[in-house]
């Protein structure tokens, strides 16, 4: 039987998302992995975490990516050059050096589309995942797609999503608020990990669904 994991955001961070993965989880062919996307800007080794699920899948494991506001940011900035200043100031001079290059007109094609065919959401049975949350004050919390790349906004409505678990990153939470979270159907996984020197903060998390374990490990990188 295949298991699933969730994970929260990683911003760069390759070194902690090889080791979740290799040395806590104990990543098997059979699994199902969500990443909750912020894949780039902040962290050291946006290019790394890129390369490295792109070798994970090479090898057979099933690695589902959804987009955060980071890789939104990044796209719209390849796109309209006045936006470029937007996505500079949140993080992305660090994206640029780890790939090597001074200006995105200079970004590797497969990069860019690896980040295009990132899901803004991924539903199952059982859970929807996706980077920021859903917006619980419309009819259709689908249909609202900035919200889910952006949304800090705690209105939660179970049965807007059939009763499913809604997992999702974005705002970063220390390991306390991340044992004590007031509902057991909607689960935030940012810990932070990119803030090391933020208190409670510094960690990569996963989740195992559907038995709600955590695994958390400091930044490494």
Same mark, same amino acid.
């Given at each position: 039987?295949? #298991?699933?994991?969730?994970?929260?955001?990683?911003?760069?961070?390759? $070194?902690? /998302?090889?080791?979740?993965? @290799?040395?806590?989880? !104990?990543?098997? #062919?059979?699994?199902?992995?969500?990443?909750?996307?912020?894949?780039?800007?902040?962290?050291?080794?946006?290019?790394?975490?890129?390369? +490295?699920?792109? =070798? *994970?899948?090479? =090898?057979?494991?099933?690695?589902?990516?959804?987009?955060?506001?980071?890789?939104?940011?990044?796209?719209?900035?390849?796109?309209?050059?006045? =936006?470029?200043?937007?996505?500079?100031? $949140?993080?992305?001079?660090? @994206?640029?050096?780890?790939?090597?290059? !001074?200006?995105?007109?200079?970004?590797?094609?497969? +990069?860019?589309? /690896?980040?295009?065919?990132?899901?803004? +959401?991924?539903? @199952?049975?059982? $859970?929807?995942?996706?980077?920021?949350?859903? $917006? /619980?004050?419309?009819?259709?919390?689908?249909?609202?797609?900035?919200?889910?790349?952006? @949304?800090?906004?705690? *209105? /939660?409505? +179970?049965?807007?999503?059939?009763?499913?678990?809604?997992?999702?990153?974005?705002?970063?939470?220390?390991?306390?608020?991340?044992?004590?979270?007031?509902?057991?159907? !909607?689960?935030?996984?940012?810990?932070?990990?990119?803030?090391?020197?933020?208190?409670?903060?510094?960690?990569?998390?996963?989740?195992?669904?559907?038995?709600?374990?955590?695994?958390?490990?400091?930044?490494?990188?």
């Amino acid at each position: 039987m295949s #298991r699933v994991f969730a994970i929260g955001d990683l911003h760069g961070c390759r $070194n902690t /998302f090889e080791h979740i993965l @290799t040395e806590e989880i !104990k990543i098997k #062919r059979s699994d199902k992995i969500y990443c909750l996307g912020d894949y780039v800007g902040r962290g050291p080794n946006a290019k790394g975490v890129i390369d +490295y699920i792109l =070798k *994970l899948r090479k =090898k057979g494991y099933a690695i589902h990516t959804l987009r955060g506001n980071h890789e939104a940011l990044l796209l719209d900035a390849v796109k309209d050059a006045e =936006k470029q200043k937007l996505w500079l100031s $949140n993080g992305g001079e660090a @994206t640029l050096e780890s790939f090597g290059i !001074k200006s995105l007109k200079r970004l590797p094609e497969k +990069y860019e589309e /690896f980040l295009k065919r990132t899901k803004f +959401y991924i539903a @199952t049975s059982e $859970n929807v995942f996706v980077h920021a949350g859903l $917006n /619980f004050s419309i009819p259709d919390p689908f249909t609202d797609k900035r919200a889910m790349l952006w @949304t800090r906004e705690p *209105l /939660f409505i +179970y049965h807007k999503i059939q009763r499913r678990i809604l997992v999702h990153g974005h705002t970063p939470i220390s390991i306390a608020q991340l044992h004590s979270q007031p509902s057991i159907h !909607k689960i935030n996984i940012d810990t932070g990990c990119v803030y090391k020197s933020r208190i409670g903060c510094g960690h990569l998390t996963a989740v195992e669904l559907p038995s709600k374990e955590f695994i958390s490990v400091r930044n490494i990188d």
